[in-house]
């Protein structure tokens, strides 16, 4: 067996990137004969087998990325296609193709508030009309029920749902039953994570915050941080912060909150929630469905429900710790293998 791995961009700084890494120890475990399809040469030397397209690194139009990663994929003949981008590109005809991920990215509402995102997201909502023949042949697999019901509803099919690998065991480290002294908030900074909700909710509820991620987009960090002067509120941002720090960000935050709306599942949740710590979540996202007694339409909602949070640190904490655990890596990679295997092996008959 052979093994086409299809990522858009190789990195190990996102959710979206520890489900594909983790793939990828899976295939080591199991002495599989993997490549890995990349649309741009990664930023970072990972030692493992990678083919590009462009023999630069470049970082722009992550949506577009995903369709063009075809442009490296297609070189390579493969037995099995395992595609993490989440877009039907067209590989069947070249060997088994899974499809692993979230809703498409341009089917949920956070796309359809502004101009720009309109404009943005066009041509790509053009190309995936062309694309539609793909998912007939193509199997998907959702990483949440959400994301199930968004590709049933653009593409007409039935996916299996596996639910990714989160580091449980590492962020058990910062479990704590009590106190702590801020909102937490875990996203990239750039646009699309909404961000200034953490800020605006922060100064409505009269609670620090501390906002870690890794700082893709620099305008957008500017115009963060004059929202925080403006407001005169008590946030901190963590920038690149590497996994121990998060651990330590993490043992003094009463509460996580999540900005995003539309998110096919959001990985840190379940990482906030390993720390003892009660999430508040968009109800239009795949969160919703882990702890849905605590999600939020409104800003105005969501700070009800932090408050809420914080109260209940101590008797949830426990609880939280117990829902996280049911997201391992190991869970992750025996479920994704035995579907792996199945599917090849029926294919074979």
């Not at 087998?49 to 970082?59: Q, T």
């Not at 609670?207 to 403006?230: N, Q």
């Not at 963590?238 to 720090?245: D, G, I, M, P, Q």
């Not at 049911?326 to 792996?340: C, P, T, V």
Request: aromatic fraction near 14%.
């Amino acid at each position: 067996m052979k093994v086409n791995v299809v990522t858009h961009n190789l990195s190990n700084k996102s959710g979206e990137g520890f489900v594909v890494f983790s793939s990828i120890e899976m295939l080591k475990e199991r002495n599989v004969d993997f490549v890995i399809s990349t649309f741009s040469k990664p930023r970072e030397n990972y030692d493992l087998p990678v083919r590009y397209y462009l023999p630069f690194n470049f970082s722009r139009f992550d949506r577009y990325q995903r369709l063009l990663v075809w442009l490296s994929a297609r070189k390579i003949r493969s037995d099995i296609y395992l595609n993490f981008t989440g877009i039907p590109i067209p590989l069947s005809s070249r060997g088994i193709h899974i499809i692993y991920g979230g809703a498409s990215p341009f089917e949920v509402t956070k796309y359809s508030r502004s101009l720009f995102w309109k404009l943005y997201r066009f041509p790509f909502k053009i190309a995936l009309r062309f694309l539609r023949n793909e998912t007939k042949k193509a199997k998907f697999v959702a990483n949440s029920f959400y994301s199930a019901n968004t590709w049933k509803q653009l593409y007409g099919i039935e996916a299996k749902v596996i639910y990714p690998p989160v580091d449980v065991e590492d962020f058990f480290r910062a479990f704590h039953e009590s106190g702590g002294k801020y909102i937490l908030t875990i996203a990239r900074i750039e646009r699309g994570k909404f961000l200034e909700r953490t800020i605006q909710l922060s100064h409505e509820v009269g609670i620090p915050a501390v906002i870690v991620g890794y700082l893709s987009d620099t305008k957008y960090y500017k115009e963060l941080i004059s929202l925080k002067s403006k407001l005169n509120t008590n946030i901190s941002f963590v920038l690149n912060a590497s996994k121990e720090e998060l651990i330590q960000v993490m043992k003094d935050a009463c509460c996580y909150f999540h900005p995003t709306p539309g998110e096919h599942f959001g990985i840190p949740v379940v990482e906030s929630m390993a720390a003892g710590l009660v999430p508040v979540v968009p109800k239009e996202s795949g969160a919703a469905e882990i702890i849905p007694e605590f999600t939020y339409s409104t800003l105005e909602e969501a700070g009800s429900k932090v408050k809420e949070a914080y109260i209940k640190h101590s008797s949830k904490s426990y609880e939280m710790k117990e829902i996280a655990s049911k997201f391992s890596k190991a869970r992750f990679k025996e479920e994704f293998w035995q579907y792996i295997i199945n599917i090849y092996n029926n294919n074979k008959k």
